[in-house]
């Protein structure tokens, strides 16, 4: 409703725009202006980028503040506070250059429009000024990337050895998570075992897989380092969790990862923004498909001893599906059967 009437003032401001420009030029023509060598288009076409550079700086501003919180999300991961300065910063210095830049832009063709009592001043080189705009944007420009390429360097080094790993899985349209199960490791997989069931085309000949296990939510303890291993079936999707700053592609056929710290739990998050409803989310951040919106997924995190507890009562995804046991080589189902607690199920 109020984009309506927004859309509707603006026609309407255009409406009278246009009438003033028409009843000034009928003005012109009756006082003889054209004999002139440029009509009064000119002087409004000059006013116009006036109010062009106000009005969009207003609406900018405006818009700026008032969604300030859609965009700059509490933050709960521990390279997320050197990622969100580097933002602030960068956002800063670019502000500063785009307002200097726009408000000469538009200044200059209504300050220096023509006017027939002046004449133009020629002026074709100034060698301060080349090397003043040439070098500033340069030096200041290599310092923001030069800081945030050794940011990147950091957050994109190897997992610590004692990483929770996490495998993520994107595919038209949802996300399949893979947890290592009792002995914290994951299995092998291969895209050539994806069918209906098995979505992440575990390999049932490797003995780490029997005990593997995918939740329908992500938990992840506080204060640990987590690698999310990343991989794609289809298409590029895209891991994103706003709140931790993190941000990968899944790509079919290039495993890709990220790793993190988070530092506050979901309660914790819920007490701080009084918001008994909050949830850290996974979503997709690619425009992957008609079903792109459905790719949404819970992140909760726990104490460690809250996580310990949650990750011992999920059940490995081989005592889900006892059929999948035909597919574990016949000298191994026992082992797999101890290994995934399928007591009494062999056979
Ligand atoms: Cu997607």
């Not at 020629?122 to 944007?137: A, D, M, S």
């Not at 891991?239 to 790509?251: K, S, T, W």
């Not at 919106?293 to 001893?305: N, Q, S």
Request: overall charge negative; hydrophobic content about 45%; proline content about 4%.
């Amino acid at each position: 409703m109020s984009g309506f009437v927004i859309g509707l003032g603006l026609l309407l401001l255009g409406a009278i725009l246009i009438a003033i420009f028409r009843v000034t030029t009928l003005i012109g023509i009756a006082k003889g202006d054209g004999k002139k060598r440029v009509g009064s288009a000119n002087g409004v076409n000059a006013f116009l980028f006036i109010v062009f550079l106000v009005g969009s700086f207003i609406l900018l501003f405006w818009y700026s503040y008032t969604h300030f919180d859609s965009y700059n999300l509490p933050l709960a991961s521990e390279h997320g506070v050197v990622t969100d300065r580097i933002f602030w910063i960068t956002m800063g210095v670019t502000c500063v250059a785009f307002i200097i830049t726009h408000v000469l832009l538009f200044v200059f063709p209504y300050v220096y429009r023509f006017k027939e009592e002046k004449e133009a001043f020629y002026f074709p080189h100034n060698n301060k000024l080349e090397l003043t705009w040439t070098i500033v944007p340069a030096v200041v420009l290599s310092v923001l990337i030069f800081t945030g390429w050794r940011a990147w360097v950091d957050i994109t080094a190897p997992a610590p050895e004692d990483s929770e790993r996490i495998e993520i899985m994107g595919y038209q349209f949802a996300w399949a998570v893979r947890y290592g199960g009792g002995d914290g490791q994951l299995g092998k997989s291969d895209f050539r075992l994806i069918d209906v069931d098995n979505r992440m085309g575990i390999d049932f000949s490797d003995r780490k897989s029997y005990d593997d296990f995918i939740p329908l939510e992500i938990h992840i303890p506080k204060g640990k380092n987590i690698e999310f291993k990343i991989r794609a079936t289809d298409v590029i999707h895209s891991v994103f969790a706003p709140h931790f700053r993190l941000q990968m592609n899944a790509v079919p056929g290039l495993p890709t990862s990220f790793w993190f710290t988070p530092t506050k739990t979901t309660a914790e998050m819920r007490s701080e923004l009084e918001n008994e409803n909050f949830n850290y989310e996974l979503v997709c951040n690619k425009i992957c498909g008609k079903g792109h919106f459905a790719m949404r997924y819970l992140i909760i995190v726990d104490e460690p001893e809250a996580y310990q507890e949650w990750y011992k009562s999920q059940q490995a995804w081989l005592k889900l599906n006892p059929d999948y046991l035909s597919k574990v080589p016949a000298d191994l189902r026992e082992v797999a059967a101890i290994s995934a607690k399928m007591d009494g199920s062999l056979n």
